[in-house]
Each structure stands twice: as C-alpha cells, then as structure tokens.
C-alpha cells in the first residue's frame, strides 16, 4: 500500500472499509463497536460542524482525555478538518497542563466531563471553548451537537504543514512541544507498512495512551491505514486485560516492557500453585524452548505452551513494544512460549520510528533495523569502544 501525502487524505481513505470493524471498545459490562463507516460519518460531521462553529485550519486543538472513540473521532476530524491535534495526557499535573495549553495557544479543548470539572477549578477553560466528548446529544457542550453541511468544502493542507503537536516531558523543565508534520508521520507510516508490521487478519489491543507518538502511529494509524481493527481495554488490570485481550480476539498488543514483564510474571505464579514440580517442569521445558529459539532458531514453544497461552489470549501471536528497551531474557523467554517480538526505537522529534524488530525476527535483543528510509551513523566513534553519537536522517 502506497499511502498519500497527507494525513487528511489518509483519513478519507477510511470510508473504503466500509463495514469492516475499526474500533471495539470495552466497558465495565458492555462493548462498544464502531465500523469504519460509522467512525467516517462521524468525523465527516465532527470535522464540518468544527469549521461551521469558526475553527480555523492550523489552529491547534487540545485534545484532554485518556483513550476512547470519541478521542479518536474527534482527533480525525481535527485532521481531516485541516486543524492540528495536540494530544494531551489526562493525567498531566496541573502547572504542565497549564504551560502546554498556554504554549500551544489552545483555543479549543476536547476533553471529557472529569477533566472540565479541573480545567475549570484551576480556571484554564476561561477565553477557551471546551466539547465534552463523554456528553450525550442533549447536553449543551457536547460533541455529537457540532455538525455542518458534509457537503461544504474543507480547506486542503499540504504536505510540510503541521498535521499534530505532541508534548514530551524529556529529562527535565517543562513540558516541550514537538511540531510533526504530515510529511513526517506518513515517511514513518509507509515504512512500517513496507515492512508488513500487521497481517491482514490482525486484532490489535492498545492499552497504551494515544497522547505518545509511538502508540498513536504504531497502534492507530497504522491498523487504521490497512482497515484493522482496534481494540481498547476498559481499565489496564489484569482481569479487564484478559477479557479484551480473549473477547476482543486480539492477536497482537501494543505494550510497554514493564506490561510483558507483568504478563511473564503471572505466568508463573499460575505455574508456581499447581506445585514445586509443576514449577520445575515449566522452568526446565521453557529453558530448552528458549535457547532453541535464541541459538538455533527454532520455535516450538508455540506447540509446547500452546495450552498455558489458550488460557491466557487463544489468538495472541505478537507483542509489540515501545517507550524503552526490553530486557534481553525476558525477550527470549516470551519468544520460548511461543509469542513474537516486534518493537521499535526512536523518539518523539523522529516522527517517532527509527529502527525495528519486525514479527519473527531472529535479533530480538538489538534496537532492531534501520526502517526504510532511515539513514543512521555514528559520529566520530570512540577509537577503543566505537560509541559515539548516533545521527538519524
């Protein structure tokens, strides 16, 4: 697949999938679906209605609220509306929230109704417009009320323009914007792509928080860009984990290394309670799957553990990860049950993909392989230990 140039013309792209699934959403007792036909409508009204009520294209437009589908309409109809999403992270303390709203001249929040109740204590919402995204039709500030003629013209954008703004906290100080343009995101989109990080059946479950580059490319544009679907957990506990990760039928999941080493651990205290012996058995089969698959790669962990990982997600075939490295052993020993590894590195100012492991690749333990188009050197190595500085283009 050949993407386009920029993120507006993806996102109308995404009525192509018609009634294919774009988005299931559990809830403590229900799911919620939405078809890609739906999800377009949705925006196609969001985005008219938003440039009907006086957005104007390029301005920038705080989105305040942890992941859901009204999150996701309305960050696609803010693109596809010619504006600039700043994704902001609902749990961001109150002087950051206050530095990056005032940085990124935000004139309208999306946030949900929790949020609007602190933007509101600490007066942030004062000379700002605030839509409720968890409002029903006949609420005055709710999203569903913001629709315009779909028929009007929508302002075009261009390729170097800004498509969204993410913040990233760094080392230290405050909060620092990180202007990414269309052209960017899409360099990143079209070299996972080419490298076919998703098959064609994939489930994705994404517990991570769509304010980070990193999910957003890899667990929404992406699935979106090939009509996948994808999944969102009511709550990251175990239990709800295991009931969209099993219900949802995913067979990948976008983590962190802290979220599989958790996943690794409670397998073993469910080995551990059937017994010493159990445990032992476990150990010593897992050790031997594990250097088969590390030395000579072989991979017969997942006919040997198929059992223990139909108990915990029948259909869960890759872990995807991101955020920082993930330790070696722990790698190994997820791949020794059975799973592949994929994952990537870079950061927020590289739009965010450098380098990465691709499902079923035998270097698990490295930062993995340039993407295409990515050019990587080291700068006036060390003479002894060859470190220096790592230069991307």
Not at 121 to 134: K, P
Request: glycine residues 8%; hydrophobic residues 45%; proline residues 8%.
């Amino acid at each position: 697949m050949t993407v386009p140039e920029t993120l507006q013309a993806l996102v109308r792209t995404f009525r192509a999938h018609g009634t294919s699934p774009a988005i299931e959403a559990f809830h403590k007792h229900t799911v919620e679906a939405w078809s890609f036909a739906n999800l377009s409508e949705a925006v196609s009204d969001l985005a008219s209605g938003l440039l009907d009520a006086g957005l104007r294209p390029g301005e920038r437009v705080a989105l305040y609220s942890a992941n859901r589908p009204e999150w996701i309409v309305a960050c696609v109809a803010l693109i596809e509306a010619g504006a600039v999403p700043v994704p902001v992270d609902s749990q961001m303390a109150h002087n950051d929230l206050a530095h990056v709203l005032q940085d990124c001249n935000a004139r309208w929040i999306m946030t949900i109704r929790p949020l609007a109740e602190r933007l509101a204590a600490y007066g942030l919402d004062q000379g700002r417009t605030v839509i409720l995204l968890d409002a029903e039709e006949h609420e005055a500030r709710s999203w569903r009320r913001i629709r315009g003629d779909p028929t009007r013209p929508i302002p075009s954008v261009q390729a170097e323009d800004h498509a969204l703004l993410f913040y990233t906290s760094g080392v230290s100080g405050k909060p620092k914007g990180v202007p990414l343009s269309h052209r960017n995101l899409l360099s990143n989109l079209q070299a996972l792509l080419d490298i076919r990080v998703y098959s064609p059946d994939e489930r994705l479950l994404l517990p991570l928080p769509l304010h980070h580059v990193y999910p957003f490319m890899v667990g929404l544009l992406a699935p979106f860009a090939l009509g996948l679907p994808v999944i969102l957990p009511h709550s990251l506990t175990g239990p709800q984990m295991l009931r969209a990760l099993r219900d949802g039928r995913a067979t990948a999941i976008v983590g962190v290394p802290r979220l599989y080493a958790g996943l690794y651990d409670a397998i073993e205290q469910r080995v551990r309670r059937k017994g010493r012996a159990a445990a032992v058995v476990f150990r010593v089969v897992l050790s031997f799957s594990t250097a088969l698959a590390r030395y000579l790669n072989i991979r017969i962990g997942r006919r040997l553990f198929a059992p223990l990982r139909a108990q915990l997600a029948p259909q869960l075939r890759t872990l995807v990860y991101g955020g920082s490295a993930i330790a070696p052993d722990l790698a190994w020993y997820l791949a020794g049950l059975g799973w592949q590894i994929a994952g990537g590195f870079g950061l927020t100012e590289t739009s965010p993909i450098l380098t990465f492991i691709a499902p079923g690749s035998r270097h698990i333990d490295a930062a993995g392989k340039p993407l295409p188009g990515v050019r990587l050197r080291i700068a006036d190595p060390d003479p002894k230990s060859g470190q220096g500085e790592i230069q991307a283009q």
